[in-house]
């Protein structure tokens, strides 16, 4: 657990898969998904066999469906690279 919540201080941004699994069980993902939206970051589920309608208490949630992750990837490549740009 400490690795995970270190991991979400450090990020600016976080990913969370949810699958089959993760839906039947879905505590320990909405722990993450709570932590990271508690410190107001941008979380995207990634939906590996699950419908979007099933996500729940993360409905409000932008969802990207596993086969669309290589765009999601590219859009994620353009937002950190347009933060560095202001950065400097």
């Keep these: 657990m400490e690795e995970i919540i270190h991991g979400i201080d450090a990020c600016q941004e976080a ?4 699958s089959p699994n993760t839906i039947q069980k879905p505590d320990w993902v909405i722990f993450e998904i709570g932590a990271i939206r508690g410190q107001h970051k941008r979380v995207t589920p990634i939906l590996n066999n699950v419908h979007p309608e099933d996500i729940g208490p993360v409905k409000d949630i932008r969802a990207v ?3 669309g992750f290589d765009q999601f990837l590219r859009e994620l490549r353009k937002r950190i690279n347009e933060k ?3 950065r400097k």
């Design 84 to 86: 560095a740009r202001r």
């Design 65 to 67: 469906e596993l086969n």
């Design 15 to 18: 990913i969370v898969l949810l």
